[in-house]
């Protein structure tokens, strides 16, 4: 097409943006990270490996890790889980689709989306063999985290409004800033990186439901892995590519707000505002999920004396989770009107086994599912909720959650995350390599090498 308009952005009082998001993903330095900024990070990646673990014997992973054999290449990096060692490459893909095949994975509001599954499998499959550190990995680690937020925050919210999935999108360049932290790229350096991962960003928010989802996480960290790794050998590409005309902002989002998304974190941390999942389904049907959890403990409330039930909640999640009549597991997870009637119904929504064909098909839990009516509000917090159950003698109740404020005790999350990470990773593990992977990530920046990680997370 020719003569088509090339999209400038408006000058700024900023630094070029790319520019300085490198230089800020440079910038990390173990010892001046503060205790629970560490600790955080421990956190995310034991969660991380709950949820990869868990998706080992995924249909998902079978398929990419059979594709890849086929394939073939020289075999640098382990499949957390199965154990096969493929291409780095490859393991970027196969774990980061694994870590989000089961939708159970952190969240971050500010990426709007799901961080540590895009970096995480990219800095494994670099690090493996290579004699990375635990304090060189957690530098890195916080390097990728806080540019997924930054990146996310700087053309938030029209680029999730558009459609497009910022897990897939923002997250490459939190991975290729992840990579070139690691690989000790200067600052052009991991500018051009962040080029290279820019023009191969894509996830379309239309496939959510389908193995498409989970496999942007991966399609994310092979991005930003090879990004990192083409750049430190002289790739090039554009070293503006967030801001330039036609580039990653311009074509991506009706919004650019550079001064606030280079600016200070809220908290100082993009990290300390991630959220963890207690819930094995789409983050937004959280906020309902709590509402009925309260609603039952506090009035004791039995599926069978429901009449009705109200739903308000933000419009944007018309676009992401309100699957009418789920007909698998994976659909399940993205319904609104299901989620809301496992809670009711005393279904275990943490449990992974709750979200099958045969519960979507449940003809009890499609009842109390068409009973849900749901109130679509304009610009509320998409992490929000409000709820009114009607019962059949007349009583009304109401209950409201958010979802979206962070644990402020990080030790008591940590307990949390323990107990997730057991019920996911034992089964597949055993107990004795399950307990030997958990001790080793608690004592990550003690570790001379990231392989004694992987060493315990296979079968």
């Known amino acids: 097409m020719t003569g088509s308009a090339a999209i400038a952005r408006p000058a700024t009082n900023t630094p070029p943006p790319t520019a300085t998001l490198a230089q800020q993903a440079l910038a990390y330095r173990f010892d001046a990270l503060p205790a629970d900024v560490v600790e955080l990070a421990k956190q995310c990646l034991l969660d991380w490996f709950a949820v990869t673990l868990a998706a080992a014997d995924d249909p998902l992973v079978r398929i990419l890790a059979s594709d890849a054999e086929e394939e073939g290449g020289k075999p640098l990096a382990t499949l957390v889980g199965l154990g096969t060692r493929v291409a780095r490459l490859q393991a970027a893909l196969i774990n980061g689709a694994a870590s989000h095949a089961l939708d159970y994975d952190d969240v971050n509001m500010w990426m709007s989306g799901h961080p540590t599954v895009t970096f995480t499998p990219a800095l494994l499959a670099q690090a493996e063999g290579n004699r990375v550190s635990g304090r060189a990995f957690i530098e890195a680690f916080i390097a990728g985290y806080e540019t997924a937020g930054r990146a996310g925050w700087l053309v938030a919210p029209g680029h999730y409004a558009r459609g497009f999935h910022a897990t897939a999108t923002i997250g490459a360049f939190a991975a290729a800033a992840a990579c070139a ?4 790229l200067d600052a052009e350096r991991t500018a051009t990186a962040f080029g290279i991962a820019g023009t191969q960003a894509a996830g379309l928010k239309s496939v959510f439901g389908t193995m498409c989802k989970p496999l942007h996480a991966g399609m994310a960290a092979r991005a930003g892995l090879s990004a990192a790794r ?3 050998k002289g790739f090039t590409s554009r070293g503006d590519i967030l801001e330039c005309a036609q580039g990653f902002a311009a074509t991506h989002s009706a919004d650019f707000n550079p001064e606030r998304a280079l600016g200070a974190p809220p908290n100082d941390f993009h990290i300390r505002n991630n959220l963890f999942k207690y819930h094995a389904a789409c983050y937004l049907t959280h906020a309902p999920i709590e509402c009925v959890k309260a609603l039952r403990l506090n009035h004791a409330i039995q599926p069978e004396d429901v009449r009705a039930i109200r739903l308000k909640i933000d419009g944007e999640t018309d676009k992401v989770c309100n699957i009418q009549q789920p007909t698998s597991g994976l659909e399940a997870k993205f319904s609104l009107k299901l989620t809301t009637a496992f809670a009711l119904a005393g279904v275990d929504t943490a449990a992974l086994s709750s979200y099958s064909a045969a519960n979507a098909g449940n003809a009890r839990l499609a009842r109390l599912r ?3 009516a749901i109130d679509f509000q304009s610009g509320w917090p998409h992490t929000q909720a409000e709820m009114s159950i009607e019962l059949t003698d007349g009583r009304h109740f ?4 958010d979802s979206g404020v962070p644990e402020s005790d990080v030790s008591r999350q940590g307990d949390k995350l323990v107990a997730k990470y057991r019920s996911l990773a034992t089964p597949v593990l055993g107990e004795a390599k399950a307990e030997a992977l958990l001790s080793a990530v608690q004592r990550l ?4 090498s990231i392989d004694d ?4 997370a296979v079968r």
């Open 181 to 184: 932290r690691l690989l000790g």
């Open 230 to 232: 083409w750049a430190a």
């Open 370 to 372: 068409d009973k849900v």
């Open 398 to 401: 109401e209950a409201r959650h």
């Open 445 to 448: 920046e003690a570790l001379d």
């Open 453 to 456: 990680l992987l060493a315990h």
